[in-house]
């Protein structure tokens, strides 16, 4: 969504990840990313992993915008 919006590279600036509930080798999981903050040089998104319904890991990215 934020490289539709704006032309230019993205550098991860901060990411925190964290682990609810292991997950076994071979399950599918399901992953929603959810924008928080876009502003005209940084974001913030929340990325969500469930596993069979059950929420197993939630991240916290924050993310810069370079010009080229």
């Given at each position: 969504?934020?490289?539709?919006?704006?032309?230019?590279?993205?550098?991860?600036?901060?990411?925190?990840?964290?682990?609810l509930?292991?997950?076994?080798?071979?399950?599918?999981?399901?992953?929603?990313?959810?924008?928080?903050?876009?502003?005209?040089?940084?974001?913030k998104?929340?990325?969500?992993?469930?596993?069979?319904?059950?929420?197993?890991?939630?991240a916290?990215?924050?993310?810069?915008?370079?010009?080229?």
């Open positions: 969504v934020f490289k539709e919006m704006k032309r230019g590279d993205l550098v991860v600036e901060n990411l925190m990840i964290y682990f509930k292991p997950v076994q080798i071979d399950n599918l999981i399901e992953v929603y990313p959810k924008f928080l903050d876009i502003g005209r040089k940084f974001g998104m929340e990325i969500e992993v469930y596993n069979e319904g059950v929420l197993s890991g939630k916290m990215l924050m993310f810069q915008y370079i010009d080229r």
